[in-house]
């Protein structure tokens, strides 16, 4: 079952994504209403007897007939004749040298003919061979038909047979006898329990229900057929499944095949094969190395020159078979190659075991050479050389001085030429530098005090080097400081011992005291006025930016307190935070007003009761007490003393010129309808138009303006409907649903079933269904199987119904504003939604079960259920929540606007939503349990147990 569920979410998300735009549209299109392929379990279906068949006799009769040709093979064997050689010898009457025994010479050689034993394709229906009887019930006929009405014999599932089956008036026609279905069992009748259903203990044809009978004996039969079904194992293989007295038999696998699949179910594929085919297995390559390939179409390993070659590995060798060894590694192993010594050298060594250079400590440097560098690593460049080449040495200018030069690549002391001469020496009377100048460049005499440049950069004074340099910044003294926008003592920075830095910008106090920027004047004093800029605004609960007032640009002034507009639509207040934003709308104390003042959801609760709203109280009646109101005080200190209400009789009763209106009413079932029938659903399509189904098959419709009820039911269905949806426009449509996934349309003279595909499992009741027009309905249910419970749903898109099944709990109710977002709600808190694409579990805000769902837009909708519960949804999530009002669990809601609805429950329980607050509606007009609620303008319907039917009309 299990495997079942899963592969049909598939299909639902592909056959979503297969309809165009929103459609709700499942696969294929329904067989015509009898045919084969048609909901097997619908009541009237009748099996039909095709020569298909015939395939298990006919296997049968080859058995047989197979063994007796291998018996008398002596016999061939002495007159000389070879059957099936293609060969007609002395004693055959044919041979076509095949071993088919359907054709027309079967492998007895002798031609077909009734009563051989063999089926003979396309002119017989059976041959049982001695076995044919034209007076034994349910033989093969000596014509090789197989039994059937008007052969003369009573057949299993016949009620009587004369031989004559084209005189309806001769008391035995259709092989039912005259009598069958007046109710009372005639001579020559086993039974008679008036109706023409098949599937109960009593035939159509007045014959008991038995195995054999052709008939499937509801809850006492899954099968009565002599043919096998296919069937799926539990290894997923396609196996068959034998109707053994008249219950289907454990699937049977098949034989293993070479498919890369296990199918006798032993847990292995391709048993007794080489190899699983398709499998990636070892084998041997062109160059005789072990690679992969795929097992062949023949379970046999693949030939070298499919066998893969493995990736080339560090060993000596082609692994790869391109002709070449450990390519892709650095080396080959074992080959000597060169390597980087210890100190960075290229040295040698061998190529390690895994085809790596070696490793410094296991390379040989080198001899040393003159390059600058360390060859043998002995930690010394070019040892043995008068120099390290590149390196500076000292060495002889072309002037004689000593100068510096670059070690040459040879490792010798640069040449006179090539040696740079030092700068010139101030002071020595030599020409150093080699430009035949003496003591040249020299600034100023030593020991003299010269103008100089200080740390600051101002100008001041200092002792000339013995370099005959100016003094350096550090040595010079700086001037005196002076208003000039700079730092002339190097001391303390720029204009020092003066307000501030001429021409610097500096912090100053503008026109409203808040602290801007502005620059420093002439005289280096601070700026003052307008010549001090405003900073800009922040959110201090001041005017920084000296325009229009504190923390402009913020939402608003910090700290301050301001009006708002509560959740719940009063006048309260809040207060500016620190960071300049409304912190959250505190509701006003509340007040006798009539209204929700706090935002608690609850009116005047301070007071004893809620200003000009009212409460059910018990009205009394000369047919009993109704539901009447009391209406709260303007001081909110009591309730009304008079219990003011109708009567449910049709009169006026507190004279506001309406009748019967603010109460629940009985109405009375006609036609008759048994105390014991439960009514599970109601839908109003408009007011002279309101649909009710419940068990037995019952589907009524009630006429408001003329009120009368109409008997809509299917005669030749009486199980339990659950859900009902109309359509009043045209094409008129009405689908009703139930249990065992029954589905029934009624186009406005008729009823018809839907196929659907794959077809709902008898343990798969549907409960509820919703339209949008004729060709968009959505129905759910789920399994009530125990260990595979689980939800379905069932599609139409005005062609063609399809199904599919999802997650662990059944779903009960469903509802949506259009057919691309529909919400089911069920059991455990489950809620899947429809975007148009696919169905998807939404978090629930409860575990409660929920029964219905009903919604004013698409967020506004509400589910209810188990223990008073229910869950809101606002657009964004569901929230769940207690209605308070009742503790009873509820099974209809319907919502008249999004400030107005009802839910009704168990034991006659009926609560009031308005806005947020339930109340419960008492005394409520019936004990019996209410299923279901819905309207149509001002009159809303509620259905239940033991035939209960109550109107509301809106006040």
């Known amino acids: 079952m299990k495997q079942r569920h899963d592969g049909l979410v598939v299909l639902w998300v592909v056959a979503m994504l297969a309809g165009a735009g929103c459609s709700l549209s499942l696969f294929g299109d329904p067989p015509a209403d009898g045919a084969v392929g048609d909901d097997a379990g619908d009541d009237g279906d009748v099996p039909v007897d095709t020569l298909a068949e015939t395939d298990a006799d006919a296997d049968d009769a080859d058995g047989g007939a197979d063994g007796d040709v291998e018996d008398d093979g002596d016999a061939a064997e002495d007159t000389g004749a070879i059957c099936g050689n293609g060969e007609t010898e002395p004693g055959e009457t044919c041979d076509d040298g095949n071993t088919d025994d359907t054709d027309d010479c079967p492998t007895t050689c002798q031609t077909a003919d009734c009563g051989d034993g063999f089926v003979w394709s396309d002119h017989e229906e059976c041959d049982d061979g001695p076995g044919n009887s034209d007076s034994i019930a349910d033989a093969c006929r000596t014509t090789c038909l197989r039994a059937h009405c008007g052969d003369g014999v009573v057949d299993i599932g016949e009620g009587c047979d004369d031989g004559d089956d084209t005189d309806p008036e001769d008391g035995c026609h259709a092989c039912v006898p005259g009598t069958c279905g007046n109710g009372t069992t005639d001579p020559g009748e086993e039974c008679d329990d008036g109706n023409d259903d098949s599937t109960d203990a009593c035939l159509h044809t007045c014959r008991s229900a038995a195995c054999g009978d052709g ?14 079904r296919s069937c799926t194992t539990a290894c997923g293989s396609a196996g068959t499944q034998a109707c053994v007295a008249c219950d289907w038999a454990d699937c049977v696998p ?21 190899c699983v085919r398709g499998a990636t297995v070892a084998c041997a390559t062109t160059c005789g190395t072990t690679g992969t390939g795929q097992c062949t179409d023949a379970c046999t390993e693949p030939t070298d020159a499919a066998c893969l070659p493995p990736a080339e590995t560090c060993n000596g060798i082609d692994d790869d078979c391109d002709g070449t060894a450990d390519e892709g590694f650095d080396c080959r192993q074992g080959d000597t190659v060169p390597c980087p010594t210890a100190c960075g050298s290229t040295g040698s060594g061998t190529c390690t075991a895994t085809c790596e250079v070696p ?56 040449a006179p030429a090539d040696c740079t001469p030092p700068g010139e020496a101030c002071g020595n009377g030599v020409d150093d530098d080699c ?57 303390s920075g720029c204009d020092n011992g003066f307000a501030c830095c001429q021409g610097e910008s500096v912090p100053c106090t503008t026109t409203c005291s808040s602290t801007g920027t502005g620059a420093c004047t002439a005289g280096c004093a601070i700026p003052t006025g307008t010549a001090c800029t405003p900073p800009a605004e922040v959110c201090n609960g001041r005017d920084d930016d000296c325009v229009s007032g504190c923390d402009n640009g913020f939402a608003c002034c910090r700290d301050t307190t301001g009006t708002c507009t509560s959740s719940c639509g009063t006048v309260g207040s809040r207060v500016c935070s620190s960071t ?25 609760e301070t007071h004893t009761c809620c200003a000009g709203t009212t409460r059910y109280c018990s009205h009394t009646c000369p047919s009993g007490p109704t539901a009447g109101t009391q209406t709260c005080s303007s001081d909110c200190r009591n309730w009304s003393f008079a219990c003011v209400g109708e009567c449910c009789d049709g009169i006026d009763n507190d004279s506001d010129g309406k009748t019967d209106e603010g109460i629940w009413c009985p109405i009375a079932v ?15 399509v408009r007011g002279d138009s309101v649909w009710v189904v419940g068990s037995g098959g019952k589907v009524l419709q009630w006429n408001t303006s003329a009120r009368n009820w109409t008997d809509r039911s299917d005669a030749g269905f009486t199980g339990v409907l659950r859900g009902v949806w109309a359509y009043s426009g045209a094409p008129p449509l009405t689908v009703v649903v139930g249990d065992r996934g029954v589905i029934r349309t009624w186009n406005g003279s008729g009823w018809a079933i839907p196929h659907v595909t794959p077809a709902p499992m008898l343990d798969e009741h549907l409960y509820d269904v919703v339209g949008w027009g004729p060709d968009s309905v959505v129905a759910v249910g789920g399994s009530t199987t125990l260990g595979s419970y689980h939800a379905i749903f069932v599609g139409f898109d005005g062609t063609s119904w399809g199904s599919a099944t999802a997650g662990d709990y059944a779903m009960r109710g469903v509802w949506g504003l259009r057919d691309y977002d529909v919400w089911a709600v069920g059991l455990s808190g489950d809620i899947w939604h429809w975007t148009g694409t696919r169905w998807s579990a939404v978090a629930s805000g409860t575990s409660a ?15 209810v259920g188990s223990t008073g519960n229910q869950t809101v949804y606002d ?70 147990t033991s035939r209960t039917v109550l109107v509301y009309r809106a006040p």
């Open 215 to 228: 008939f499937v004996w509801q809850d006492h039969e899954t099968c009565d057929t002599p043919d096998p």
């Open 254 to 274: 098949p034989a293993e095949t070479c498919n890369g699949a296990d199918d006798d179910c032993d847990t292995t594929a391709d048993e007794d094969f080489d």
């Open 359 to 414: 490793p410094a400590a296991s390379c040989t440097p080198p001899a040393e050479t003159c390059n600058g560098v360390d060859d043998d690593c002995d930690t010394s460049a070019d040892e043995g050389f008068d120099c390290v080449q590149g390196t500076t040495v000292s060495c002889t200018t072309t002037c004689s001085s000593t100068g510096t030069g670059i070690c040459t690549s040879a490792c010798a002391i640069p």
């Open 435 to 491: 430009d035949t100048e003496v003591d040249e460049g020299s600034v100023c005499t030593p020991g003299a005090i010269v103008s100089c440049t200080t740390s600051c950069g101002s100008t001041g004074s200092g002792t000339c080097t013995a370099a005959c340099q100016l003094p350096a910044p550090a040595d010079c003294t700086p001037p005196a400081e002076t208003c000039n926008g700079r730092d002339d003592d190097c001391v």
């Open 580 to 604: 300049c934003a409304w912190g959250t709308c505190t509701p006003p104390a509340e007040v006798c007003n009539g209204i929700d003042d706090d935002c608690d959801t609850l009116c005047d």
């Open 670 to 684: 006609v036609p008759p309808v048994s105390t014991s029938t439960t009514l599970y659903d109601v839908y109003a």
């Open 849 to 863: 079960a929920l029964y219905a769902v009903y919604g004013t837009s698409a967020s506004a909708i509400r589910a």
């Open 875 to 944: 657009g964004t999530r569901w929230t769940g929540s207690a209605v308070g009002a009742t503790g009873s669990t509820l099974y209809g809601y319907y919502a008249r606007s999004a400030s107005e609805g009802w839910a009704v429950g168990v034991n006659g329980t009926i609560v009031q939503r308005e806005g947020d607050a339930w109340k419960l509606y008492a005394p409520s007009p019936t004990t019996n349990t209410l299923n279901s609620v819905h309207g149509y303008m001002d009159l809303i319907y509620a259905v239940g």
